[in-house]
């Protein structure tokens, strides 16, 4: 899967997470049963959302794991290929630290 849609399907996992959550609170005040119904829908695309992350938050050109600052990373801090064009990031430090 493209690390683009990766993203996207992250953030709309999130999104889905936080509105249901949010329903949950606010309209769930007199009815529990809809709370619960709303939060645990909540859970389960946390836990979804999750399972994306764990599964192709990763580097396409070297594997590596892009857990830590996910939305912010261009380049692979692994490898040092740009993620969407997998050109080496210019300039120096590239070579010879470890
Ligand atoms: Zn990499």
Known sequence: MNLKTTRRLVT???TVC???SFIGIFFGAGNPELSNYMLT???IS???TA???MKWAR???CGGSLLRKF???EVCPHCHRNLETGKKKKGH???GRK
């Open 41 to 43: 829908a909540g859970v």
């Open 71 to 73: 939305f912010k990373l």
């Open 93 to 95: 430090g590239g070579r």
């Open 18 to 20: 936080i509105f249901t």
């Open 51 to 53: 399972a994306i992350i």
């Open 46 to 48: 946390l836990l979804f």
């Open 59 to 61: 580097c396409p050109w």
């Open 12 to 14: 709309i996992g999130f």
